[in-house]
């Protein structure tokens, strides 16, 4: 996928973060355009509002559809924004193109779904329009690509993806769990491809959307698609994870964007350290192992069964919490502690079975 495009809009400062905000829906001609008018004088340049709502639930509110086209359009003359808008049939891009609709996007469910992915697909064939295809709701990384895959093979040049978080049993604290590592692999497999972060999405609560998108930008995002809405508390879907346009240019303006084009001496410096205790860190895991061969050979003279779980629970307790105390994560302590376990185990077996 090397003949992508940059997203780029006239008049739009092409600089990172490229930032979309707006609505989670359009509710009322009179909400949308309060909420535009506040965020066109905030400086935003691109306006999000869902006119078609995927619920989980039937009952919701499913959106205005195609009467909020006419909205957006007012949008547009009286801000001069960008409009967008999420399109999951053919009908919707159908209506969203003749509406005049800025950008599109592909939201999570929908993206999920090959043959959806494909009717859309269809629908845009022959179309010069920005398309941004959120991640499937599962963590598979091989659907997202091919649902972008499909909207490229449409002739969509100016395309793009946005991480919005992975359904998981644990909800202690996002609504979407981030799952970093996967928006990473896909950088690493399509270079080109602008990726953007829903903090809004991946959050589902207010507090959570600065320090995501610190976070979107310290692992080089390219953009922030955002919900803000002129009276959150108030809105008919999402509101826990709105904020107002104030709140949001106050988090935009305190967002650090670290480039790397600064020098690289000191950075140079610190990477010698880390070889450096890398080394001491293989020596030492050398040692362990060989401790252990020695442990192995102990228990095979005595008899003795290799696991030998009661220990191994006390150790894994005692030097997490030991971790902790040093200032560093309990479950990446277990973590480490865990493989080298698992590789003494296999040492241990190796000398039983000699
Ligand atoms: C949205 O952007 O409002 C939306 C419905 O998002 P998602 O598809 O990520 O759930
Ligand atoms: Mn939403």
Not at 22 to 37: D, F, I, K, V, Y
Not at 70 to 98: D, F, I, N, P, S
Not at 242 to 252: E, F, K, R, S
Not at 308 to 333: H, I, P, S, W
Request: overall charge neutral; proline content about 6%.
């Amino acid at each position: 996928m090397n003949d992508l495009q940059p997203i780029a809009l006239p008049g739009v400062d092409p600089r990172r973060p490229l930032v979309i905000a707006g609505p989670c829906s359009a509710e009322t001609e009179e909400q949308l355009l309060n909420t535009a008018r506040i965020l066109a004088a905030e400086g935003i340049r691109i306006y999000r509002a869902g006119l078609w709502k995927p619920r989980t639930k039937p009952g919701g509110f499913e959106g205005v559809g195609e009467k909020g086209i006419a909205w957006m359009q007012r949008v547009k003359r009286e801000t001069g924004m960008y409009t967008a808008t999420e399109v999951a049939t053919h009908q919707h891009v159908e209506t969203a193109l003749k509406g005049g609709i800025d950008l599109l996007w592909i939201g999570a469910r929908t993206a999920a779904n090959p043959f959806a992915m494909q009717e859309i697909a269809d629908a845009l064939r022959g179309v010069d329009i920005p398309v941004l295809v959120k991640n499937p709701v599962s963590p598979d990384l091989e659907l997202w690509i091919g649902a972008i895959e499909r909207i490229h093979n449409a002739g969509i040049r100016r395309l793009g993806a946005i991480h919005r978080g992975f359904t998981s049993i644990d909800k202690s604290l996002y609504r979407n769990h981030p799952m970093w590592a996967i928006p990473i692999e896909l950088h690493r497999r399509l270079p080109s491809l602008p990726i953007f972060c829903d903090p809004s999405h991946i959050g589902g609560k207010r507090e959570l959307i600065a320090p995501l998108s610190q976070q979107a930008m310290d692992l080089g995002f390219d953009g922030l698609i955002i919900e803000a809405h002129c009276t959150p508390d108030s809105a008919w879907s999402d509101k826990a994870q709105q904020v107002t346009p104030d709140a949001l240019a106050y988090i935009l303006r305190n967002l650090v964007i670290r480039e790397q084009t600064t020098t690289t001496e000191n950075l140079n410096e610190l990477r010698a350290q880390i070889d450096k205790l890398d080394d001491q860190l293989l020596e030492l895991l050398v040692r362990r192992m060989r401790v252990s061969r020695d442990i192995g050979q102990y228990k095979k003279e005595h008899d003795m069964p290799i696991l030998q779980t009661q220990r191994y629970e006390e150790l894994l307790a005692r030097r997490a919490a030991q971790a902790v105390e040093l200032g560093m994560d309990r479950e990446f302590m277990r973590t480490v502690l865990q493989a080298i376990h698992e590789e003494s185990v296999r040492q241990q077996m190796e000398v039983l079975g000699k």
